[in-house]
């Protein structure tokens, strides 16, 4: 059990921060852990679960004092806290966050800070489609990946410690600019959310075919797009209003792409269509030699069980 | 252990040829299995898991005296079969298939069978992205549907022997018109598959994010489209190929779905994005409280464990 910073503050408390606070717990990261959250139900619920020593209804209380703080509401809502949080910070506070973007995020948080507090966007890549206090678990974070964007005149200390403070979350720890963060997580995970929204959409819209029977016969594989389409609807709008630019140059080549193999089911061309089946397998495969996924059949979803 | 029929003969035995030996021999619902592959391969791994008694590389042998018959290779190998095996059939046999479309299925067998064979199509709604005689398991059919698809001249008590088949193997049984079962298909099943081979597709041919970054960070959301971007690539063709009307319907819904997406995100359309976003939840929810997915955060793929 190692201290590594004194005092931590959680702006957010759903399934990230709730995690988070739960890992240092465990692990005994934190000497105490203050919390913010808007709604009083989830101030109450994270009192309750021992989330938090203090709980706080404004931001800039809850930052009082703390050595690392920790973004952890939707990124839409950074702008506005970083202007009430800014003024309250301690000199030499390392700054960070959890937001699933990362331009926008130096965009709206950077100009409202202080000098002297030490400000390093952070991405974990790990999440569930569960929201809210209740949700988080310590073990969220273990053997994924979480991104962290320095900005150029950052403090390499202040850098190395965020990677300890990761690192000792269970994550692997790996650096890029924000710009190519948005990039790769339009495509590893923003593009992913807007198709699996969309398709729920179209089956829910259906004449021909009812509600009821979409769900009934969902293990065919639409049910692989609905567990990702249940994430939280504030944080994935804030995201796509966020990461505008890069979303649409991804969408665009995914509906290209997708023309080309409508006309190949069109005209017939079974081999164009066997040649784009057989190399999505090898991606498959690569994943799962990465450790990002289990090989399991059916992810252990239908366990098998003796009768 | 009740026989439900003298001899049972799989001809084709990868994932569903192999569960259904799996769970014929776990209940004893057949006197004797007797099996057809296409590769020497396949025949032998059969015979060395004990799936079949005996085995043929001739699917005319592999029928013959066989009380019930059961298709279980892709759908675009079925026309010829039925040529092969049509005046190998025993007189009232029954005669079934495991195929992912079913209107094409009608057209391509039907054609081929003797007077007094009873035909009556079949589609489980179950399934792994593995493949092969390996794959198999005696649970796979456990708590899912199967849709039969029985035509205006089937005897009603050959339906009700296979329906009696599919629920010893575990599965609730749904009747429904080949036209149907290709439109609800065509939205749970075979829209889903193409578009995860598609976004696998775009992700791959990226040049500003590297393919092993898309693996790296595939935990954001692209990970849950490459399970079913796995899938037999033969199997895959041959249904976009046999169920071509419904599928293109579904793709047309779909692609003018994700234009307004597109178009709320271009706006800035915060409203619509979380209107979409808030419905898809709620389908999610009736998925699982239909029993067909799992709550499991995560599907519990990286399960809690003590560190």
């Known amino acids: 059990m190692t201290v590594l910073f004194e005092r931590v ?26 919390g ?18 203090r709980v706080f209804d404004s931001a800039a209380d809850a930052v009082k004092d703390a050595d690392l703080v920790i973004l952890c509401s939707p990124v839409g809502t950074y702008g506005a806290l970083a202007q009430e949080i800014g003024p309250a910070l301690k000199p030499g506070a390392l700054l960070t966050d959890v937001g699933s973007v990362k331009g926008a995020v130096v965009r709206d948080v950077l100009p409202h800070l202080p000098p002297g507090v030490n400000f390093i966007p952070g991405h974990p890549i790990a999440g569930t489609e569960q929201s809210g206090p209740e949700s988080g678990f310590a073990e969220l ?4 990946w979480c991104i962290l964007t320095p900005l150029p005149d950052s403090d390499p200390k202040a850098v190395e410690a965020l990677t300890g403070f990761w690192r000792a ?25 807007l198709i699996a929204y969309n398709i729920v959409l179209t089956a829910a819209d259906l004449e021909e075919v ?33 990461n505008r630019e890069a979303v649409l140059e991804m969408l665009g080549r995914f509906s290209e792409d997708l023309s080309a193999l409508q006309r190949a089911i069109r005209w017939g ?11 999505s397998r090898q991606i498959r495969r690569s994943i799962i030699a990465a450790g990002q996924d289990t090989a399991a059949p059916d992810f252990g979803r239908n366990p098998p069980k003796a009768q």
């Open 9 to 34: 503050a959680l702006i957010g408390i759903g399934l990230i921060g709730s995690s988070l606070a739960h890992v240092m717990r465990s692990k005994g990261l934190a000497g105490e852990i203050t």
């Open 36 to 53: 913010y959250a808007k709604s009083e139900a989830t101030r109450a619920k994270s009192v309750e679960l021992g989330l938090v020593d």
């Open 141 to 144: 974070f273990i053997n994924r």
């Open 169 to 193: 979350c269970g994550s692997n720890v790996e650096n890029m600019t924000p710009e190519h963060h948005d990039l790769v997580l339009a495509i590893t995970s923003h593009l992913p959310h």
């Open 210 to 242: 009812t509600s009821s029977e979409v769900i009934k016969y969902s293990a065919g594989g639409f049910r692989d797009f609905t567990r990702i389409a249940a994430s939280d609807p504030t944080m994935w709008r804030d995201v796509f209003l966020n």
């Open 269 to 279: 061309d079974g081999e164009t269509l066997f040649d784009v089946f057989t190399r």
